[in-house]
Every structure is written in C-alpha cells, then in structure tokens.
C-alpha cells in the first residue's frame, strides 16, 4: 500500500531548528523520506543535530541564518538549493518570546518578538514560494502558530499578538499562492514538553496549569508528527489557509 504521507524527493527546511521543536520536526520529515536543511543561529546545536539525522540515514545540511534579516534567508535558500534541491516544504518554526508585563516592556522588546515570530516567517514564506512560483512546482509551507493565537495569557503581549498575526498571514498568503500550487497551513500546538520548560511544569504552578488542560497532560513533540505529516505531504493536496489546533482540548477549556 502506498504511504500517503511518503516525502522522498522532497526536500524540506526547518527555521529555528537549533531549538527542541525544530530538530524534532526535522527528524519527523527525514525519516518520512525527505532530505532536510536544519537553520538557526546556534551553529553548535545544528551541526549536532546533522551527525544525529545522519546517523539516522537522513540526508541532513545545516545553514546559519538568521530568520529576521532578508540576505540571510536568502542564502539559506542558495545554500539549501545546492546541496538538496530546491525547497519543497518550509517550516517556519523559528519564536521568541518576552515575559514582561506591557508596562515593563521596551519597543525594543516588542520589536524582537514580532521580528522573528511574524516578520520571520514571513520573509521565509516570501522566499520559498518565490523560487516555487519560477521554477512551477508546488509545494507547501508551514507556520508553527500557537493556541496563543486564538487565548491570550498573561506578561507574553507581543508573542499572542504575533501569533494572531501568524494565523491571518498564513491565510492571506494562502489565498494569494493557491492559484501557483502552493499551500500554506499552521499548526498551533498548546503547551508541548520540552527541554526549555521541564523544570517549569514539574513545579507546583506548572502543575496547576496541567490541571487546566481537558485531557490533564501535556503534550509531547509526537503529538505533532501526524498532522506535520499531513501538511507537508501530498495527503493535504486540497487544503490551504487552515490552522490544526492540536492542544489536548485546552482552547474548549471552560474560562
């Protein structure tokens, strides 16, 4: 039976991958078949994570760049496209975030979220369907949103506001790209175990919030394989302009 969510002759690349989320989503693409370009900032976490990806049997390259400055992406794009091919699937899960409250904050902070969560993913959208649109092949990008993006929660103002923008971005650039074959989707996790936040939701106030969560756990980065699968693979042929929700219930939680 054919694997319907089989990416061989794909190549995929994943923003923000010297984080949890991004490697992980980079491993969940390679072992379904596609050749995958890690970027970030940290060179020393990229190129760890390329010896674990192909000590995996994945075809794996890793380019510094930062997601804020346009050049940069660029690059990234060249770099990508003469070792693997052009980029097929995007995934734009480079974040940032400030916990302060709206008083506290500077512009400067502000400007540091919104740059990289919105402006990011846009200037790396803005790339890959460039180079699709001249080359005439579809494909398909990937934003990483958040249920931030629909709820608000407390001192993270710029984050949710960069994650609602993300939403309308990812359908208004759904809309204009449809015509050329190009899909553009989100996934909007609810809180996902990781690295960064272990500690956090070991503590008491971390397992109070667990408690606020329908199915009472977190989520896992697993959690999201399936429906990263989905939109990066041809299974998703008819759909653009929609955000998965994959929270564990927390958005229908009672306010």
Known sequence: MHNQFDLSGKVALVTGASGGLGGHF???????????????????SLNA???????????AHAVVADVTDE????ACFDEAQAEHGLVDVAVCTAGSTVQKSSLSMSAQDWDQVLDVNLKGCWLVANEAARRLVKAQRPGSIINISSILGYRVAGNVLPYTVSKAGLEQMTRALALEWARYGIRVNALAPGYIETDLNRDFFASEAGQSMIKRIPQRRLGQVSDLDGAL????SDASLYMTGSSIVIDGGHLQSTL
């Open 229 to 232: 699968l989905l939109l990066a």
């Open 49 to 59: 994570l390329v010896l674990d990806l192909r000590q995996q049997g994945i075809q």
């Open 26 to 44: 980079a491993q969940t693409l390679g072992l379904a078949g596609a050749k995958v370009v890690v970027a970030g900032r940290r060179a020393e």
């Open 71 to 74: 050049s940069a992406i660029r």
